[in-house]
């Protein structure tokens, strides 16, 4: 060939193979910056200002919340305060002014932190799980749906359920959030008021929020009445702000004072409303996360330490994306039924592997059938009858690694590179999903559901 | 040049991921973070049981140092809600400040323990918590080839 075709050929090569390789980086632009990891997110959260901020899908009744916060307090400190302040003392709308500014912030805390999100597994914590049921069962092929894990805490049994979309055993007191397709930690409940789940996170900022919201609709209240008396006339401002807060009055202080019993017994409201730790259940049914104090308990929930987030939302994706498009790890497996969808499923452990992770294939899948179809998926295509992922011992041949090996140079790197808040390293997987569940077919949206909903009972 | 590229990759053969074995968390004593010390079958040939131990025994006190509540996080609660938890912006909380004490730790141990016998730690937040994750690496070189490690040394050599 003349050289200069040759050249040629080698320059169109390369400018393909860049472009499979990282889909998400243009060719001509060589220092893209790289995605952060919020962007690429599973559940069905929306991310604000570049990530620091966390809110539910559905956000509308929040800005209500605000608006009828807003409105109120608006009103009350332009018609009530400048009489009262005259009247009675100027203290009044300074302490009006305080307690607005506290509700609000933590109402906007409450709303826009990270609720205690559990992230999904990674492909090989996955494979792992699915190899330990599968071992425990003992069942070839056919994986019975329902999955538990008994687990004895400070004496009491409890049931820890496997979650199909995140992929894990749930830890105790977690539940699946259907309206944000997540796993939260100590769930309390969904908020639509706040926009955002009520979870091990923000617990203590959601209870601060609706104690001060009581604190203020009685505050408003009580000198908007005062004022009504001692004018005798009522400004067209007045009657709005009565109306809003009496009516508010019963729901939130009653609210207030339903989560104080919470607390005090270290229930979460999830747990209250399913009677789990109820005596009507057994004779021998207590809670055994409280610590028999209610003035401790109290303390654990407000003052105990408060938990990092643990999805990492501004930390970046590793820049080397798969060469197929991957579903995303919210495909669920419901048993061997659906074939397409454990097909996808399949493909997902070693589509989301990244670059510098080489592909595991692990270890003695002891059943034939499930694994094998997997390992035969992952090799994109012609080679189904590759014999991947033998029943070998884990400590005998290194089982087969496709794509990239790890240079020992690079292995200890990760741990070094670790630092609180911004984790890089091989931790994303999980997060490398391409595609927002919300796009996937309506179909396993609503099985998911229909499948959380079962899983709560 | 060609002769180094080949040495490299053998580096990189020589190590290879082999499997990854995860320790899930211990529940017992509640949902506080505490991890199984259960020593898994496939380390058995890898590492000796009392280093395992302790590495997974000075993680758990880690942690429940972090959660711990007493007087400190009780300080920390309330000032931090007198401030309406604007003091976050400046101070990091004791938790943050622990999690960076295991991370130094974890690499530590992963540079004179864990790596001179081909495994690694993964710490536990960068997976949520959920598990310790300890990838097994294969030395290919020592197993097979004696012209890898001829080359390698070869190339140390040099």
Not at chain 1, 206 to 220: A, G, P, R
Not at chain 1, 294 to 312: E, H, K, Q, R, W
């Amino acid at each position: 060939f003349p050289p200069g075709k040759a050249s040629m050929r080698e320059c169109e090569y390369s400018q393909i193979s860049t472009r499979s390789s990282t889909p998400m980086e243009t060719p001509y632009k060589k220092r893209t910056p790289k995605r952060k990891k919020w962007e690429a997110f599973p559940g069905r959260n929306k991310f604000y200002c570049d990530g620091r901020i966390m809110m539910a899908k559905q956000t509308g009744v929040f800005y209500l919340t605000l608006v009828l916060i807003l409105v109120t307090c608006g009103l009350f400190f332009t018609f009530d305060c400048p009489f009262l302040a005259q009247e009675l003392t100027p203290i009044i709308p300074v302490l009006g002014g305080a307690l607005f500014l506290f509700v609000l912030g933590t109402l906007l805390r409450t709303s826009f932190s990270d609720p205690g999100v559990l992230p999904r597994a990674t492909p090989d914590e996955a494979a792992d799980l699915e190899r330990q049921i599968d071992v425990a069962n003992g069942t070839t092929g056919y994986r019975p749906p329902p999955r538990t894990k008994e687990v004895v805490i400070n004496g009491q049994t409890v049931k820890l359920k496997y979650c199909f979309t995140c992929k894990i055993f749930r830890p105790p007191r977690a539940s699946h959030c259907s309206l944000c397709d997540n796993c939260v930690e100590r769930f309390d409940h969904h908020c639509p008021w706040v926009g955002n789940c009520v979870g091990r996170r923000n617990y203590r900022f959601f209870y601060m929020f609706i104690l001060s919201l009581s604190f203020l609709t009685i505050f408003i209240f009580a000198f908007v009445i005062t004022h009504i008396i001692l004018k005798y006339f009522k400004p067209a401002g007045c009657k709005w702000a009565v109306v809003v807060c009496f009516f508010s009055v019963w729901s939130i202080v009653g609210l207030s004072g339903f989560h104080t019993y919470l607390i005090s017994s270290n229930q979460t409201t999830n747990e209250d409303i399913k009677g789990s730790w109820s005596s009507k259940r057994g004779k021998d049914n207590y809670n055994p996360y409280s610590s028999g104090n209610i003035f401790t308990n109290c303390c654990m929930a407000l003052c105990g330490p408060l938990p990092p987030s643990l999805i990492d939302r501004r930390g970046f994706i590793e820049a080397d994306a798969p060469q197929m498009a991957p579903p995303t790890n919210g495909i669920t497996m419901y048993g061997a039924t659906h074939s397409q969808q454990s097909h996808m499923a399949a493909a997902t452990p070693l589509l989301q592997q990244q670059s510098s992770e080489p592909v595991i294939i692990t270890s003695s899948p002891e059943n034939g059938t499930s694994l094998p179809a997997r390992a035969s998926l992952t090799l994109g295509g012609p080679c189904t009858s590759l014999p991947l992922g033998q029943p070998t011992p884990p400590t005998s041949t290194p089982s087969l690694t496709l794509h990239h090996y790890l240079t020992p140079e690079e292995v200890p790197s990760p741990p070094g590179m670790l630092h609180c808040g911004s984790p890089l390293g091989h931790s994303h997987t999980v997060q490398a999903s391409f595609y927002n569940p919300a796009s996937q077919d309506s179909l396993h949206e609503d099985s998911v559901r229909g499948l959380v909903k079962l899983s709560s009972v | 040049m060609a002769t180094e590229f080949h040495n490299l990759q053998e580096l990189r053969h020589s190590a290879s991921l082999a499997n990854k074995v995860f320790i899930q968390r211990d529940y017992s004593e509640g949902t506080t973070c505490r991890f199984q010390t259960k020593f898994p079958s496939e380390l058995e040939s890898r590492i000796e049981l009392t280093l395992f131990e302790e590495t997974v025994k000075t993680l758990n006190n880690f942690y429940a140092e972090a959660e711990k509540i007493g007087g400190q996080s009780y300080l920390e609660g309330c000032l931090a809600c007198a401030t309406a938890y604007l003091i976050f912006l400046c101070m990091e909380t004791r938790y943050e400040k622990v999690l960076k004490k295991i991370a130094k730790y974890i690499q530590e141990q992963n540079e004179k323990i864990y790596a001179p016998r081909g495994l690694l730690i993964t710490d536990p937040i960068e997976r949520g918590m959920r598990v310790i994750e300890i990838s097994i690496y294969e030395d290919r070189g020592s197993s097979g080839s004696s012209s890898g490690s001829s080359s390698v040394s070869g190339s140390t050599a040099r």
